[in-house]
């Protein structure tokens, strides 16, 4: 029988795997996978904030497995557009649109918004849970401006229309290691190993 000190990140993008893995490599903890322990079930995001379905996925998980689980959710919060696309930011453009159409279409809903009022931040909230229903929630944010035109061929999703006034950059520009230091997944990363490490050592072997 396996003992908690392995934890399911449950996800299914193989790029926030690899940075969550490099993150928690010195703990004494073994990492696994969904598709690694074969789970196959769907847990549709319906929350309202980031923090819901981070939530919502890391408990089902949980249960599913038997195992401390880390699951994220994120997106990118526009202040001229409401907050939009928010939690709908993977959605944003219906079904079968590509990140460029994604992007494409943030920047056409931009079009009438001046320089200075075109704030935005990717926001980034992890959920620890446990088996028996404990949850644990960490948050991380990256603040910018959603640029005119679109730059830069690294990273994914929005990058290139994210803008960083203090690197001169977008987020497409910036090399993954640069990424890594500065994301709101990085943030929250961060903040959510140190939640591990309190857990591991108020409850270091069993449930
Ligand atoms: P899982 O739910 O399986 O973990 P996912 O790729 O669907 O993987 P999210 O729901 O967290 O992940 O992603 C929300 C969307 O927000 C994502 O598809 C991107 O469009 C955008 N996004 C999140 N982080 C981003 C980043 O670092 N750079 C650019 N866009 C990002």
Redesign the pocket.
Known sequence: MRSHRTLLIA???PG?LREYRQLLRDLPLEITDLDAEGITEEIP?TGKTFAENAIQKATAYARISGLWTWA?????EVDALNGEPGVR??RFGGPGAS?ED?YRLLLQRMAHVPPGQRSAR?RCVIAIATPDGRVEVAEGRCEGEIALAPRGAH?????PVFYLPEWGKT?AELSPEEKNRI???ARAAQAARAILERMLRERPDED
């Open positions: 996800t299914h993008n926030k995001e994220d959710d994120s997106g990118l930011s993977a990140d994604r990717f990273g994914f999703g929005y990058d987020m994301s709101h997944r």
